[in-house]
């Protein structure tokens, strides 16, 4: 099992859908932990660890892309970004 960690920024459409708690594990095998977030009516900024196997966790990722949610990896190390 691997844990990353992964800033999101989710387009005004899809802040109400459980993309992050509840599709990624039901669909994707993985863990997500919101580490921390700003959602507004207007936009979200979301940190979230995922854990599971490293395919699943790519392909979960994958996932979030295609729906039109921007997602940058956050290193070891790497500060939280402010929001």
Same mark, same amino acid.
């Given at each position: 099992? &691997?844990?990353?960690?992964?800033?999101? $920024?989710?387009?005004?459409?899809?802040? &109400?859908?459980?993309?992050?708690?509840? $599709?990624?594990?039901?669909?994707?095998?993985?863990?997500?932990?919101?580490?921390?977030? &700003?959602? &507004?009516?207007?936009?979200?900024?979301?940190?979230?660890?995922?854990?599971?196997?490293?395919?699943?966790? $790519?392909?979960?990722?994958?996932?979030?892309?295609?729906?039109?949610?921007?997602?940058?990896?956050?290193?070891?190390?790497?500060?939280?970004?402010?929001?």
């Amino acid at each position: 099992m &691997s844990i990353r960690k992964f800033f999101c $920024t989710f387009p005004q459409q899809l802040i &109400s859908e459980p993309l992050i708690t509840h $599709t990624l594990g039901a669909e994707y095998g993985v863990r997500p932990n919101i580490r921390a977030a &700003s959602i &507004s009516e207007s936009h979200a900024h979301v940190v979230v660890e995922i854990e599971g196997e490293l395919d699943q966790i $790519t392909e979960s990722v994958d996932y979030l892309k295609q729906r039109g949610v921007e997602v940058a990896e956050i290193k070891d190390g790497e500060e939280l970004p402010k929001f």
